[in-house]
């Protein structure tokens, strides 16, 4: 009888008790901590402005300098005390008036990003379109690809959240090949207990 099933079993299970010590190892590393271990939003940026309280229907314009040509330029509001009713539209402009989105969102964290063709200052016009005064911080990135969060080893991105995926993408792999396993296994079995079946 062919081993094939077996083989396959063995080789998921094996994925699957390396991906929980994976996991067991990072996550009682971080208990007790000031609860960092899963990253804040403002900790995947690279610029991060005072918190700023706006009234409703205030508006308040957040300055961004980028001062190079050709960058790709991340950006985020985060309503940092959100509640359910909260709303805040984002419009974008330079100095010059020029206009480059506009934007309403009821989330707690929005994000998005363009393309900055050349250096200039980037006003982001931020208004409480709720009815309750919320309390925002704005969020800054040029290049994110090469942002501190991915680039800074000890950042709780890195050291973190990038292990913990590849333990789910392990342990979603492994689960995967041992059903796969169990499922050839059933095969094997089937087809030698035929065969034998045959000389009887």
């Known amino acids: 009888m062919k081993k094939r099933g077996s083989i396959i079993l063995i080789a998921g299970t094996v994925m699957i008790i390396l991906a929980a010590s994976i996991a067991y190892s990072i996550i009682p590393r971080e208990q007790g ?16 402005s005072d918190k700023i309280t706006i009234d409703a229907g205030n508006v308040y314009t957040f300055s961004h300098t980028v001062n190079a040509a050709k960058v790709h330029l991340m950006w985020g509001v985060h309503i940092v ?10 419009l974008i402009s330079n100095i010059f008036g020029d206009k480059f989105g506009s934007f309403v969102e009821g989330d707690p964290i929005f994000i998005k990003s363009f393309d900055v063709s050349k250096a200039d200052t980037y006003n982001f016009n931020v208004e409480n379109k709720g009815k309750e005064s919320i309390t925002v ?16 080893p000890n950042s709780p991105f890195v050291k973190n959240i990038i292990p913990l995926a590849e333990a789910g993408f392990l342990l979603i792999v492994g689960i995967i090949v041992v059903i796969a396993g169990v499922v050839l296994s059933v095969m094997d079995w089937r087809k030698g207990k035929n065969q034998s079946s045959r000389y009887i």
Not at 33 to 48: A, I, W
Not at 81 to 90: A, F, Q, S, T
Not at 140 to 146: D, I, L, S, Y
């Open 137 to 152: 911080v704005m969020l800054f990135t040029e290049n994110p690809e090469k942002s501190k969060a991915l680039t800074d």
């Open 81 to 90: 005390n959100y509640k359910p009713d909260d709303n805040v539209g984002i």
């Open 33 to 48: 901590t000031d609860g960092d271990f899963f990253p804040s939003p403002e900790s995947l940026f690279d610029n991060v």
